[in-house]
């Protein structure tokens, strides 16, 4: 499928497609999927960090996920919007106690960069 099947089919699935895709012209982009092309003619998709920042999609191994054409990338994004996340790709709960360790830890390091250098006494 091509970038405009694709999108047409974001926008009748998901509410607020413009954070799930585009296509990159250049400029900074919010959208988690952003489908990439690159100058030899092949693509590659990028993710928003939703921080200002973005990442490349990897496969497996860790090397750069590159698509020989616009249908395959699309493909691919459409493949990945719609498969169902399964229980162990998600986030399993922090419990208590490690949220209460993590925020002493927090709390810990403000107060040490408050505090500054320690000098001697003098």
């Known amino acids: ?3 405009d099947e694709l999108s047409a089919r974001v926008k009748d699935r998901f509410p607020n497609p413009e954070y799930l895709l585009t296509w990159y012209t250049g400029e900074y982009f919010e959208a988690d999927n952003a489908i990439v092309p690159l100058s030899d003619g092949r ?3 990028y993710h928003a960090s939703g921080r200002g920042g973005f990442s490349e999609e990897f496969d497996s191994e860790g090397r750069p996920r590159i698509f020989e054409s616009e249908d395959m990338v699309c493909d691919f994004v459409w493949a990945e919007l719609t498969t169902p996340r399964s229980a162990d790709t998600l986030a399993s709960p922090i ?3 490690v949220k ?9 390091r403000i107060l040490a960069k408050r505090a500054g250098p320690i000098r001697p006494a003098r």
């Not at 209460?100 to 810990?108: H, K, N």
């Open 95 to 97: 419990s208590p106690e």
């Open 100 to 108: 209460a360790s993590r925020a002493d830890e927090q709390r810990r």
């Open 1 to 3: 499928m091509k970038f």
């Open 43 to 45: 693509f590659t998709v």
